[in-house]
T-cell receptor
Framework: KQEVTQIPAALSVPEGENLVLNCSFTDSAIYNLQWFRQDPGKGLTSLLLIQSSQREQTSGRLNASLDKSSGRSTLYIAASQPGDSATYLCAVHSGNTPLVFGKGTRLSVIA | DGGITQSPKYLFRKEGQNVTLSCEQNLNHDAMYWYRQDPGQGLRLIYYSQIVNDFQKGDIAEGYSVSREKKESFPLTVTSAQKNPTAFYLC????????????????FGAGSRLTVL
């Protein structure tokens, strides 16, 4: 059964710093991996989708990489801003079941 | 604008009552999902539906029921059999399938917070 782990559980950084969020999964036979953002008490917003054949995806200051063989993905956020403060969730699609989510990393960017 | 509407945003339930959470989408997506989120936890799948009149149990289906009579609607009923229903409930939809453009990119509603009194 696919399991997704996100480290760290929480992270606090000063504004302007570059940072990396980590996601690992146990079954490397995946179709795709997605990164989502969740603001407190809100739904999830899709940030980036990486298909299994891809190595990375970029959107603005966000860059997500995928190393399927090692079961790892990273989300890189450049020049962090207070508006980036949120919980970031990683989710993996494998087999015939819907997405399996990690528990998320709660990010605080301090002005 | 296309999207997913969940209602109500907040709901209070007394012990022993059934309650139904509404989820409506106008994205023309075939697949719809219900997830439960507890504080500090990720999302856990309750039920999902890939097509009208068909649905599958997720990891934590006990104490919940769903129906999918219309493509646009996927209501979730939290029954009295669910022993710990206080949580944040999220509905999502997507284009099902594999390796199709846009497939499995989930669009989420804003969520419904259920509290048992």
């Amino acid at each position: 059964k696919q399991e997704v782990t996100q480290i760290p559980a929480a992270l606090s950084v000063p504004e302007g710093e570059n940072l990396v969020l980590n996601c690992s999964f146990t079954d490397s036979a995946i179709y795709n991996l997605q990164w989502f953002r969740q603001d407190p008490g809100k739904g999830l917003t899709s940030l980036l989708l990486i298909q299994s054949s891809q190595r990375e995806q970029t959107s603005g200051r966000l860059n997500a990489s995928l190393d399927k063989s090692s079961g790892r993905s990273t989300l890189y956020i450049a020049a962090s801003q207070p508006g980036d403060s949120a919980t970031y969730l990683c989710a993996v699609h494998s087999g015939n079941t819907p997405l399996v989510f990690g528990k998320g990393t709660r990010l605080s960017v301090i002005a | 604008d296309g999207g997913i509407t969940q209602s109500p945003k907040y709901l209070f339930r007394k012990e022993g009552q059934n309650v139904t959470l509404s989820c409506e989408q106008n994205l023309n997506h075939d697949a719809m999902y219900w997830y439960r989120q507890d504080p500090g936890q990720g999302l856990r799948l309750i039920y999902y539906s890939q097509i009208v009149n068909d649905f599958q149990k997720g990891d934590i289906a006990e104490g919940y029921s769903v129906s999918r009579e219309k493509k646009e609607s996927f209501p979730l009923t939290v029954t009295s059999a669910q022993k710990n229903p206080t949580a944040f409930y999220l509905c999502a939809s997507s284009i099902p399938g594999f390796f199709k453009s846009g497939a499995n990119v989930l669009t989420f509603g804003a969520g419904s917070r259920l509290t048992v009194l």
